[in-house]
């Protein structure tokens, strides 16, 4: 499974933005999803995850309340919408995904892509 993040880039405190992960070499539909993220210095973060039918999300603390994640299993992708955006936000963000149903837990991750980054400048 090939996952490819795009939708990153540079915001000011308060902007949103969207993020997008597209999946290819493999059944996405039966792949649990989620978002990590990693700073500089710091250990890789969960983020969100999304169970493969998409009805089943989880959140990390620090965004639960400011971002959003969805599936459409029709066009292999995985969306953060991350709204309110701080610069405690910025960090390189990795889609992932699973064989299990949903995961918080990076070690239960199969495939990894290549990341995003994400600045947010106060």
């Known amino acids: 499974v090939q996952l490819q993040a795009s939708g990153g880039g540079s915001v000011q405190t308060g902007g949103s933005l969207r993020l997008s992960c597209a999946a290819s070499?493999?059944?996405?539909?039966?792949?649990?999803m989620g978002w990590f993220r990693q700073a500089p210095g710091k250990e890789r973060e969960f983020v969100s995850a999304?169970?493969?039918?998409?009805?089943?999300?989880r959140y990390g603390d620090s965004v639960k309340g400011r971002s959003t994640i969805s599936r459409d299993n029709a066009k292999n992708t995985v969306y953060l919408q991350m709204n309110r955006l701080i610069p405690e936000d910025t960090a390189v963000y990795y889609c992932?995904?699973?064989?299990?149903?949903?995961?918080?837990?990076?070690?239960?991750?199969?495939?990894w892509g290549q990341g995003t980054q994400v600045t947010v400048s106060s």
């Open positions: 992932a995904c699973t064989e299990k149903f949903v995961s918080s837990t990076a070690g239960e991750y199969d495939y």
């Open positions: 070499g493999g059944t996405f539909s039966s792949y649990g």
């Open positions: 999304i169970s493969r039918n998409g009805y089943n999300t």
